[in-house]
């Protein structure tokens, strides 16, 4: 891998990783608007235990697909 190699792919890393975390708070917003405070609240936990569990992000479902 030649030296412009690594920086065009540090440079597409950081572009998906701003994308993933943009849509990320987005998706964190619209949770906290419209999900009632026992469902968001089971909804962190069943996050924080697939994240415990080692389930990556390329694993789990979205909400459209549910």
Do not use: I
């Amino acid at each position: 891998m030649q030296e412009g190699d690594v920086e065009e792919a540090l440079r597409w890393h950081e572009a998906h990783r701003a994308a993933y975390l943009q849509e990320n708070a987005a998706r964190n917003q619209l949770e906290r608007q419209y999900l009632p405070d026992s469902l968001l609240q089971l909804t962190r936990r069943l996050k924080a235990s697939l994240q415990l569990s080692g389930v990556s992000d390329d694993q789990r479902f979205t909400w459209s697909q549910a």
